[in-house]
């Protein structure tokens, strides 16, 4: 989506952006750079680009997840576009995507008061919880807020066929959480989140 506004946007030529980045965030843009130089995968690529200033396009095959919602912002900001909630809500999804990506115990804590509780949630959280069937309850903890946020982004911004293939990917998960209904049947709050994430998964068929 990014990518098509840029094309599409006679003020900006590609590079421009990219120079913004790197003026705004220069040792992420270094650090981004530096692994790219050395990157056997991607030694093609580099030999073409070397040299000269680099494209958007092929920043954007470089960079994490944070560095992209950074250049998001800054692109934003330059051309004074009206941010949606999706790019809103961006941090949300890189919570539960760091979280995934360096394997941390997601179920640890997840209804804890002291370390997770969110005095003002957002609105649409309660609109999405209310649509869903979702206990208000979930809107008021970081982890299950952002799971709800993260389905609501997955059904609004991919395709129908993507959404009905992520459904069926979600069943599966929840078939193996049935297996060990054993080990958590006693505990009110994996029952809780396993029936948030049911429903969760459950939106992206409706």
């Known amino acids: 989506m990014l990518m098509t506004d840029i094309t599409y946007n006679n003020q900006e030529d590609g590079y421009h952006i990219v120079d913004l980045f790197k003026q705004k965030c220069p040792q992420k843009y270094n650090s981004i750079y530096d692994h790219y130089k050395v990157n056997t995968y991607l030694k093609d690529m580099f030999i073409k680009t070397y040299g000269s200033p680099l494209p958007i396009w092929a920043l954007l095959e470089l960079v994490d997840f944070g560095a992209f919602t950074m250049i998001l912002d800054l692109y934003i900001k330059e051309y004074s576009i009206r941010k949606s909630k999706v790019n809103n809500l961006s941090k949300n999804l890189r919570y539960v995507r760091n979280a995934c990506a360096h394997n941390n115990v997601f179920l640890l804590n997840v209804y804890n008061y002291k370390s997770n509780y969110i005095k003002r949630p957002t609105h649409l959280s309660k609109q999405i919880a209310s649509k869903s069937g979702v206990q208000e309850i979930n809107r008021f903890y970081n982890k299950p807020h952002d799971v709800l946020i993260l ?48 429903k969760m998964i459950d939106l992206l068929h409706a």
């Open 151 to 198: 389905f609501w982004i997955h059904k609004t911004i991919c395709s129908n066929a993507l959404n009905v293939r992520r459904h069926h990917d979600g069943l599966k998960v929840i078939e193996r959480i049935k297996k060990s209904e054993e080990n958590y049947k006693n505990s009110d709050s994996l029952l809780r989140f396993f029936s948030l994430l049911n």
